[in-house]
């Protein structure tokens, strides 16, 4: 009921920028929480940074903080990740998720819907 698709990768080099962008279709309204993990080859599906839809409190991975922004517009129904000071340990296959509750915004298995992912490559 919901679809998902990200855009926005490509390649940076190390300390460079870039803003990802996932657009939502279909019963967005269902959405209460939207996320972004990333994985990387031979590494587990990881949370980067998550926000509630309508009050926009955010949540971030403890490897992005302080680097990382996400948030959202919700006129277009898009999610947002700035991505800033980039290093080559961020490269990884992003993933744009939302889920039907608030409950575990860090959790992979609980997220409804996901979109196809964009990868990202930091190099230095």
């Known amino acids: 009921q919901v679809q998902l698709v990200e855009s926005g990768g490509g390649l940076v080099q190390a300390g460079g920028s870039l803003r990802l962008s996932c657009a939502a279709s279909?019963?967005?309204?269902?959405?209460?929480?939207m996320g972004w993990f990333r994985q990387a080859p031979g590494k587990e599906r990881e949370f980067v940074a998550g926000i509630y839809w309508s009050s926009s409190v955010t949540y971030y991975g403890d490897s992005v903080k302080g680097r990382f922004t996400i948030s959202r517009d919700n006129a277009k129904d898009t999610m947002y990740l700035q991505m800033n000071s980039l290093q080559p340990e961020d490269t990884a296959d992003y993933y744009c998720?939302?889920?039907?509750?608030?409950?575990?915004?860090?959790?992979?298995?609980?997220?409804?819907?996901w979109g196809q992912g964009t990868q990202v490559t930091v190099s230095s």
């Open positions: 998720a939302a889920k039907r509750d608030r409950s575990g915004y860090w959790v992979t298995g609980l997220y409804d819907y």
């Open positions: 279909g019963r967005t309204s269902s959405i209460s929480t």
